[in-house]
């Protein structure tokens, strides 16, 4: 059967030869069963071997390996490959050449390749072997789509050493006359000396020349902003051995013009840094967040209690709507000053809601809750809210800590509504349906309340334990109609508590009695809370819960550690903290500096269209020798500076993917998607019509060419956007060329060359088709059985046709009778 698969194309066709003694083939049988037998053999294809020294030599001449591919090709013993050997040099083009001694063509573009075109020109010659010599890189087409038939025989040649300028980077936009800190990226592939070349709307700036090694490097210049305007920035980079230079140069633009000033509550340490940077700064308090909030970015510090409901909500909806915000941290930042869950806590790119892990209940807290009739005013009433309140704390509770409530209004009411118990997920049930079934009644006797929450703390074990007490009113314990005698010394009461390890806090709403509550809060070594709005009481609730509970301040001195970030080009050990704040970053954002345990000290991330940013620290007090450090002002100017960057009508977004350049369009104009757009964008020579994919959103694939460039964005004939985009050339990209190469040979069956000197082309034994020869025997078979049909039919060939008489005649020649 394989000599039959050899021998015969379509081997199955001859099963029809079977049929030829069932069919009705006539007198005649031998001829046509002849014929039709010619015609099966025919279907099958029949084919001969013949030898064939066919050969197909393609030569990579691209940048990334120069004249090294050429010279290598010219090891071959070619003269030993027979006289059919075809020559093709290619890089971005394949062109038919002479032999390997010839020039390459000047239309040949060798700042790209595309291996797939020159397997598809090889291949088209049918040749009975391909010889392929490259670095295996590929800038242009996809050569898993271009496989050839025919064997490819793989030689590998490394690509040259190359250095690249891979990115230059600026701010988007400054100030005239601002001081912008430039970062250009270099990457080299062998040891080098290198000179970075800058210059400055065409006037160049002094060299930088530094002794540098293999791998990536960042070098940074000074750049000073002038009149408003476009300000266009060029790099370019010079080395000390011969290279490609088609990635050796990078440019960027940033937007000059008059910024708003940057508003900072609270911080005189920030302040003092961005004025260095040449900053227009405006310090004041928390009451200048009032609309209009006409600033290029806002930074504060201090406890959330300096600032009402109302400015913090502006604070949101100033950052969801294109503005820049940091936070920076303290003895009152972040879950210390009780931001967690404010309005301005998920614009932050950290959370105050630190996990930790524990093997014993690691808290125990009991809510002492006021209960009387007072609790029922308001809409809705103080009682609900403060039951908001209290289900948060429990939802807030790890399943090792323990949560109790006492209600507690007249003696003979007062009561556990739920002891202390595991805030597991079945306790945490149990916990919420004892909340929610509280009720108003009665006074307001707090003693035996609270008495009753220290005696079940003084018998837990736990690391911390805590009471929260919360009335609206005056306390009348010792006096009124429930017993004379003078009123308890609260100072003592809580005093008794912390005696035992156990602190107490105090939340204070409505008539509540100031001096009875802050004193209970002295006493038991925790907080005294004002509440002026009721609706404030959850917030309150939890953040005592969190600040109380966890451990949030990292009070020892610690060495932090930065991340590389486009915004920040240190990585490695920095100066230490004494100090800082314990958060959770949040998935979305991206930590610039950690500290212990990975909590990041500086995160960055994005709310709505603007964009925030955290500092743990407290520069003011805590700074330590990363308060001091030099370049500490030029960080924070670059953050503040990204922090002003107003959003965009239409946002620009691009993605390297292989050879070509994914471009993201998302056009917004006054908080509504805009829609229908013709939409296009030119980079490097080439334009492409965006696609709409999505509401506002359109994208949209161009070749990568070189190594970046300004990108512009156009509605119809109208410039609506531009982007300097980085684009590392692909003909330089980090790639395995040998195992490329080595995978292309594997699947075409052919071998990897090792020795250029040694190497022959295995003889090939190529098929060729003869389907023909029995076609036409079949043919003439069919023509001499119809002849011999004939014939048979008329043996003795055409005869003569002899004339009737007519009946007339016949009777006229009769003799008649005498």
Known sequence: MDALRELFAAPWSLLLLLALPFLP???????????????????????????????????????????????????????????????????????????????????????????????????????????????????RGDLTSAIPSQAVDVLYVASVPNARLTAL???????????????????LDRDAE??????????????????????????????????????????????????????????????????????????????????????????????AISAPLDYGAIVIRGAVDTFSSGPLQLLERYVDQGGG????????????????????????????????????PQVAMVIVLDVSMSMVSGNPSRLEVAKRGALDVVDLAYQEDLVGLVVFSDPSVTRWAFELRPATDRGKLEMRDAILSIEAQGGTILLPGYRLALDALRDVDAAIKHVIVLSDGSLFDGTGPFGGGSPPDWFEVGVEGRRDGITTSAIGIGEADPEQLSALARGGGGRFYAADDARELPRIFTSEA???????????????????HPLFPFEGALPSVDAYVSTTLRPTAEALIVGKDAEPLLAVGRHGLGRSAALTTDLNAWGGEFGAWPELPGVLGTLVRWLQAQPERYTVTTSRQGARLQVVVDAVRDGAYVNDARLSARFQGQQVALQQVAPG???????????????????????????????????????????????????????????????????????????????????????????????????????????????????ASRPQPS
Do not use: C
């Not at 009152?332 to 998920?346: I, M």
């Open 325 to 360: 915000l940091l936070k920076t941290g303290g003895p009152e930042g972040f879950g210390l000053g009780g931001w967690y869950r404010t309005a301005l806590d998920e614009v932050l790119p950290v959370a105050s809601d630190v996990r930790t892990d524990v093997t014993l």
């Open 25 to 139: 083939l006539g007198r005649h049988r031998v001829w046509r069963a002849l014929a039709l037998g010619l015609l099966v053999v025919a279907l099958a294809q029949p084919q001969l071997p013949r030898a064939s020294e066919r050969t197909m030599l393609l030569v990579d001449v691209s940048d990334s390996v120069r004249d090294a591919a050429l010279e290598a090709a010219r090891d071959f013993p070619l003269g030993s490959w027979g006289d059919e050997l075809t020559t093709v040099y290619f890089a971005g083009e394949a062109v038919r050449v002479s032999g390997v001694g010839a020039d390459v063509p000047t239309v040949v573009d060798r700042g790209a390749t595309d291996v797939a075109r020159a397997l598809q020109v090889g291949a088209a010659e049918e040749p009975s072997r391909i010889v392929l010599v490259s670095d295996g890189v590929e800038s």
């Open 546 to 564: 969190l600040t109380a509970t966890r451990d949030l301040l990292r009070s020892e001195p610690t060495v932090p550690s930065a991340r590389r």
């Open 169 to 187: 980077q600026l701010p988007d936009r400054a100030a005239p006359g601002a001081t912008l800190e430039a970062l250009a990226v270099v990457e």
């Open 697 to 811: 959103r359109y994208a949209g694939q161009l070749e990568v060419a070189g190594s970046g460039g300004s990108m512009v964005i156009a509605d119809g004939q109208e410039v609506v956007a531009r982007r300097q985009v980085t684009t590392p050339d692909p003909e330089f990209a980090p790639v395995d060329g040998a195992a490329v190469l080595a995978r292309l040979a594997e699947r075409t069956g052919g071998t990897v060359i090792e020795d250029a000197s040694q190497y022959v082309p295995p003889a090939a034994q190529r098929w060729s088709p003869v389907w023909v020869w029995p076609a036409l025997a079949a043919f003439a078979f069919f023509l001499a059985e119809l002849a011999w049909r004939r014939l048979a039919r008329d043996p003795e060939g055409p005869r003569a046709v002899t004339a009737r008489p007519s009946p007339g005649s016949r009777r």
């Open 194 to 287: 290198l000179t970075l070349r800058p210059s400055v709307d065409g006037e160049e700036s002094t060299p930088i020349t530094r002794q540098l090694s293999a791998g990536r490097h960042a070098l940074t210049f000074d750049v000073v902003a002038g009149e408003t305007g476009v300000l266009r920035v060029d790099a370019t980079i010079e080395v000390d051995f011969a290279q490609p230079t088609g990635d050796d140069r990078q440019s960027a633009e940033v937007m000059v013009s008059e910024e708003a000033p940057v508003l900072v509550v609270n911080d005189p340490a920030t302040a003092r840094a961005l004025r260095a940077q040449r900053i227009d700064v405006v310090e004041a308090g928390p009451e």
